[in-house]
């Protein structure tokens, strides 16, 4: 079936309205092509028949959800915000705290890439590490938790610092499959971003994080969203003194309209990060 651009719009607006994300020209092409397919699956006859099981379908929901969701990344990627967090954070952590866990939360962790490089930099530096992954997509968090990734994975520019250590989990066949230990640095956890300051999202936030990681999400976000994200990671999931980093390509869009009081936006060289205030005594 042909879905037109006013029935792709009604679908558009209900992945907005429950996920806050707002897709781009190209990503709109693919939503069309998952619709049109997607009816002819089931039957239907057009797409407002489609829209109203999706209001009583919570897994017919989640697969349009998983659908419309961009889950492009690799290890290391934007590898100098983690050679900033290896001989910055990591390092003074272990100087100051020894064995204690520092808490990290990968948020839009996507297939895992970017949680599975912490760990892999936090057992380097001999710190355990506790990792809390989540993304909205139900499909990728299972990718997550399992632990074992493609070649594809992996590139041989940016994020090639860091690919020695992947190798002591290469197989035979060009994946990368991580052990016991390094997946029982992470836990998975589905969170609606767009849904953070909802009072029935409390309990599922982590809290007081000592690094937080929300990259290449902002950008399908309206401004209205992004500020209030923010302010609910600033004022309920951030420790004293703790570091958020978003991409290199997103800090620009992050200024005093959106963030918080209780954030301030630092640089290290061409490293940008925002770290939250101490509290005045």
Avoid at 32 to 46: A, C, V
Avoid at 156 to 182: C, H, M, W
């Amino acid at each position: 079936m042909i879905v037109s651009d006013e029935n792709l719009g009604l679908v558009i607006d209900l992945i907005t309205m429950t996920t806050g994300i707002i897709p781009r020209s190209s990503h709109r092409e693919g939503i069309r092509s998952y619709l049109s397919s997607k009816l002819d699956e089931l039957g239907l006859l057009s797409v407002q028949e489609y829209s109203e099981r999706l209001k009583k379908d919570k897994t017919l929901l989640m697969d349009l959800i998983n659908e419309s969701t961009v889950n492009e990344t690799y290890f290391f990627r934007e590898e100098k915000q983690f050679s900033f967090v290896r001989s910055k954070i990591l390092s003074t952590w272990a100087a100051r705290h020894g064995s204690q866990p520092i808490k990290i939360w990968s948020a839009a962790c996507s297939y895992g890439e970017e949680a599975y490089s912490l760990a892999l930099l936090a057992k380097d530096c001999g710190i355990k590490a506790h990792i809390t992954a989540s993304d909205i997509n139900t499909a990728v968090l299972s990718h997550c938790a399992a632990g074992v990734f493609n070649a594809s994975s992996m590139r041989g520019g940016d994020g090639v610092t860091f690919q020695n250590l992947l190798l002591p989990y290469r197989t035979a066949n060009a994946k990368i499959a991580f052990s016991d230990e390094i997946r029982s640095f992470i836990t998975t956890r589905q969170i609606n971003l767009a849904e953070m300051d909802n009072p029935m999202s409390e309990g599922i936030l982590p809290k007081m994080q000592d690094i937080v990681f929300i990259r290449n999400v902002f950008i399908y976000f309206s401004q209205e969203l992004r500020t209030r994200i923010l302010k609910v990671i600033a004022d309920k999931c951030m420790a004293e003194g703790s570091f958020l980093f978003v991409s290199m390509s997103e800090i620009a869009q992050i200024d005093r309209s959106v963030m918080p009081g209780s954030l301030e936006k630092v640089s290290d060289g061409n490293v940008f990060y925002f770290q939250k205030k101490k509290a005045e005594v």
